[in-house]
Structures are given as C-alpha cells and as structure tokens.
C-alpha cells in the first residue's frame, strides 16, 4: 500500500468518528430543545434511543486508534480510560432511551444532564479547533 493510500485511509477513519460525535451532538440538540419545550416532546424517546445507538459505535470508530483531528494525543496514551469513558456513554444513554420509552420525559428528563457526560470527556480529550 502506498503512503498516499494509506494517508487516506487515517484520514477516513478521522472522518468517520467525527460523524459519530456530530450525529450525537445534533441528537443532543434536539434534546435540549424538547426539553425546552421549543418543540414537541413526541418524539422524545426516538430521539433519546437514536443517541444510545450512535454511541454504542462510536469505541469502534476510535480503536484503529489514529492520532489527528481534534483527538489530543493522550487520548491514545489514556485510552483504557477514555474507552470506559466511551462505555459508559452508552450504557448511560440506553438506560436513558429505555426509561424514555418506558416512562416517558417524567421518568427521563432528570437523568439528560448526567447521562450526557460529553463536555467532562471533551474538557480532557478533545482539542477543540474551532
Ligand atoms: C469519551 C470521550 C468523549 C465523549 C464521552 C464524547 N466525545 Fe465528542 N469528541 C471526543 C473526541 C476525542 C473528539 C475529537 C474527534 C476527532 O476530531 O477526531 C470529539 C469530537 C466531537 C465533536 C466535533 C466533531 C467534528 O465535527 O469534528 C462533537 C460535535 C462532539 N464530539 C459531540 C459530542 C457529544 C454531543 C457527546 C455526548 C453525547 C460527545 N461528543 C461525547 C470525545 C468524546
């Protein structure tokens, strides 16, 4: 495989898991909203389990483990820690969309805030470039 090739294949790798991240941050968006009451709670547990999904994949989309983006390089020298950071992002979003479902905004709306741990794992990981 070429360099060129093989350049271009981190950077896909870099592509995908951004996806993920910005699939989650859009999910959590419309969240906020419903839980802002700027739009209707309806689809409130549609929008709690499209989330859960999004991050149980996004540990895969990290493990090639490809330094770049807006990944800080301790990322890769922490991973055991940042993976359970990942694990537990998806077990507390499942929990989320499972009480959503079950229960609905009264069950769900108290554990938005600790379910989504994102800022506490940016603040240590990510390097925001924007
Ligand atoms: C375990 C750590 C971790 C958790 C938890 C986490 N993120 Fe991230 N996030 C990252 C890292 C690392 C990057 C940088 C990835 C890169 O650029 O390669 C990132 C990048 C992003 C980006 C920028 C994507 C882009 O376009 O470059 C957004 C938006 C984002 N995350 C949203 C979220 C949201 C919303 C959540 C919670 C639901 C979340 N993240 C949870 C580690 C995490």
């Known amino acids: 495989m070429s360099p060129v090739s093989s350049r271009a294949d981190d950077q896909d790798v870099i592509?995908?898991?951004q996806h993920i991240?910005?699939?989650m941050n859009e999910e959590a968006a419309a969240i906020a909203q419903i839980l802002?009451?700027?739009i209707p709670a309806a689809d409130f547990a549609t929008h709690a389990e499209i989330l859960a999904i999004t991050a149980a994949t996004a540990k895969k989309a990290f493990e090639p483990k490809v330094p770049g983006g807006e990944a800080k390089p301790v990322l890769?020298?922490?991973w055991k820690d940042f993976s359970k950071r990942?694990?537990?992002l998806t077990a507390a979003t499942a929990d989320l969309a499972r009480k959503a479902k079950e229960g609905g905004m009264a069950a769900a709306a108290p554990r938005v805030q600790s379910a989504?741990?994102?800022d506490s794992c940016h603040d240590i990981y990510r390097e925001?470039?924007?």
Do not use: G, H, I, S
Request: hydrophobic share 25%; charged share 45%; aromatic share 10%.
């Open 15 to 17: 592509d995908y898991r």
């Open 76 to 78: 890769w020298a922490n």
């Open 86 to 88: 990942l694990d537990d």
């Open 36 to 38: 802002q009451q700027k």
């Open 128 to 130: 925001k470039k924007d």
């Open 21 to 23: 991240m910005k699939t």
């Open 116 to 118: 989504l741990t994102c």
